[in-house]
């Protein structure tokens, strides 16, 4: 139920931004400072988001949609909602690890370099997801792996 008088208070961009689970453990002002460092876009199927080899230049947020990320065209990996690629090459200063493609139409959440490291700064919260997720993607290319 919506309180008299709070009419318009909520900024839906800070509303989509908290059911993302990279800012999930963010409080309403880190929500605030990340809704300004960010850019909200669409993009149809079939695009192609980043190209393995290229120089990383920003991160993505997956709002809605699906994304496939392929390595040297083999192995996929299906991504959606509130999964983040693209920041390794940023973490790191290195080539994009993979290619990754719109599988339907999408809505992304991007950060530029510049942005994506201040956030990284200035948000624990957020570095804390970030590391979380590439110690998952680790764990997950690990399994594929045969032992020595």
Partial sequence: MKRPGR???RDP???RLSQLQLFSNCSKRDLQRIARLTTEIDVRAGKVLMRQGDQGRECLVIEEGRAKATI???GSHVMGPGECFGELALLHSTPRAAT???ETDMR???LDSREFSSLL???PSVTKNVLAAVA???RESEG????H
Avoid: C, D, F, H
């Fill in 72 to 74: 040297r065209g083999k």
């Fill in 7 to 9: 009419k318009g208070s």
């Fill in 121 to 123: 700064t200035s948000v």
């Fill in 13 to 15: 961009k800070v509303e």
């Fill in 108 to 110: 992304l959440v991007v």
């Fill in 136 to 138: 998952e993607r680790l």
């Fill in 144 to 147: 594929k792996q045969p032992y």
């Fill in 100 to 102: 990754v493609t719109a």
